[in-house]
């Protein structure tokens, strides 16, 4: 079983950044390829960003391209989302995603709680 615990969400301006981390149980970590998704009020869950095992392939959504970065931490199990120039669309629900035992993948197995990302104009 894999526990996953999201945070680092909060209001922030148009233009602005934030930095998610998601910290992961287990010591495996470094097996488990991770992303990140988004839900805003009466939209689906939609893919954001995902990485492989060492960090050496990460893909992303074409909304967030050139915006956002997904990295990670195999010594402290920990991945993260740094969200620069944010926009008000970028408003959501962020949760990260796990899935152990493959590479990279952009379906996964285990979800966070999820934390609140609210960009104001």
């Known amino acids: 079983q894999v526990q996953l615990v999201d945070t680092g969400g909060g209001l922030v301006q148009a233009g602005g950044s934030l930095r998610l981390s998601c910290a992961a149980s287990?010591?495996?970590?470094?097996?488990?390829?991770m992303g990140w998704f988004r839900q805003a009020p009466g939209k689906e869950r939609q893919f954001v960003a995902a990485?492989?095992?060492?960090?050496?392939?990460?893909d992303y959504a074409d909304s967030v391209k050139g915006r956002f970065t997904i990295s990670r931490d195999n010594a402290k199990n920990t991945v993260y989302l740094q969200m620069n120039n944010l926009k008000p669309e970028d408003t959501a629900v962020y949760y990260c995603?796990?899935?152990?035992?493959?590479?990279?993948?952009?379906?996964?197995?285990?979800w966070g709680q999820g934390t609140q990302v609210t960009v104001s104009s």
């Open positions: 990485i492989s095992w060492s960090g050496g392939l990460t």
């Open positions: 995603a796990a899935k152990p035992g493959v590479i990279f993948t952009t379906r996964f197995d285990y």
């Open positions: 287990g010591r495996a970590f470094s097996n488990y390829a």
